[in-house]
C-alpha cells in the first residue's frame, strides 16, 4: 500500500504529542471549535454534493467485492501552493483574547507543519488531506480506524469526487485555503482529544468529539 494511506493509520494519532506548555492554550476561552471545523469543509461542501463524499466514505468502510476501479490518477488532485500558509489566522479566531489569537495562530501553524512533515505524506494534495481529516474524524467520533486498504480506498475515492466535481477548477487560493484547514483541523481533534485523555479533561474530549462529528456532517457521512 502506499505511504499516504499508512500516514492516515499510524502516523496522526502518535505525531502530534503536544507539550504541557502548549496544553495550557486550550482553555474555556475557546468556544467556536465547531465553526474552524465547519469552514474546513466549506468550501468542498459548497462544490460537491455530500451524497457524493459520503458514497466515498461507505464504499471505504465497506469494501465492495470486486476491485474498484478508479477513473484518475491521484496527481489529478495536486495543486501549486503559493506562498506561507494563510488559515491559522482563521483557526486563531477560536479565541477571544489578543494574546491568546496569537498564541492559537501559531499552534495551528505548527499543527499543519507537523502533518506535511510526517514521512511520505503527499503534500500539497487535496484528496489526502481531507482523507487524512475525515479519517481523524472517524476515529475520534465512531472509533472506527480504517487499516491501510480501506484508507487508500478513501483517498481514491474522494479523488474522483473531487475530478467529477470540478472542484479542483476552483481557485488556487480556495483549494489551498481547503488543503490547509484540513490539516490544522486534523491537527486539533487529535490534539485536543490527547489532550482530554492525558489530563482526564471531559471537556476537552467532548470538544474533540463534537468536532469530529461537525467534520463528518460536512461530509454527508453520519457520526
Known amino acids: 500500500m502506499t505511504g499516504h494511506s499508512r500516514f492516515i493509520r499510524h502516523a496522526v ?35 460537491v454534493k455530500p451524497d ?9 468502510l465497506k469494501p465492495p467485492a470486486a476491485p ?7 496527481a489529478r488532485t495536486d495543486f501549486a501552493f503559493k506562498g506561507q500558509p494563510t488559515q491559522q489566522s ?3 479566531q477560536m479565541a477571544t483574547r489578543p494574546d491568546d489569537q496569537r498564541q492559537m495562530a501559531a ?5 499543519f507543519q507537523n502533518m506535511e512533515a510526517l514521512p ?8 489526502t488531506a ?20 480501506r484508507s487508500d480506498l478513501l483517498i481514491r475515492g474522494l479523488n474522483d469526487v473531487l475530478i467529477d466535481s470540478q472542484t479542483m477548477k476552483g481557485t488556487r487560493a480556495d483549494l489551498q485555503a481547503t488543503y490547509e484547514s484540513a490539516l490544522m483541523t486534523a491537527g486539533l481533534i487529535v490534539t485536543l482529544f490527547q489532550q482530554g485523555d492525558e489530563t482526564q479533561d471531559a471537556q476537552l474530549s467532548a470538544a474533540a468529539k463534537a468536532l469530529a462529528q461537525s467534520v463528518l456532517l460536512g461530509f454527508g457521512v453520519k457520526p
Open 13 to 47: 494519532l502518535s505525531a502530534l504529542m503536544l507539550g504541557s506548555a502548549q496544553a495550557q492554550f486550550f482553555t474555556p476561552s475557546f468556544q467556536n471549535y465547531q465553526t474552524f471545523a465547519q469552514r474546513s469543509v466549506g468550501y468542498v461542501a459548497a462544490t
Open 90 to 92: 482563521r483557526c486563531a
Open 68 to 74: 474498484v476501479k478508479y477513473k484518475y490518477a491521484l
Open 130 to 149: 481531507l482523507a487524512v481529516l475525515i479519517g481523524v474524524s472517524l476515529q475520534i467520533s465512531r472509533g472506527q480506524e480504517l487499516d491501510e486498504a
Open 52 to 60: 457524493f463524499t459520503a458514497l466515498a466514505v461507505t464504499q471505504a
Open 107 to 111: 499552534l495551528c501553524l505548527g499543527l
Open 120 to 127: 511520505e505524506f503527499r503534500k500539497h494534495n487535496v484528496s
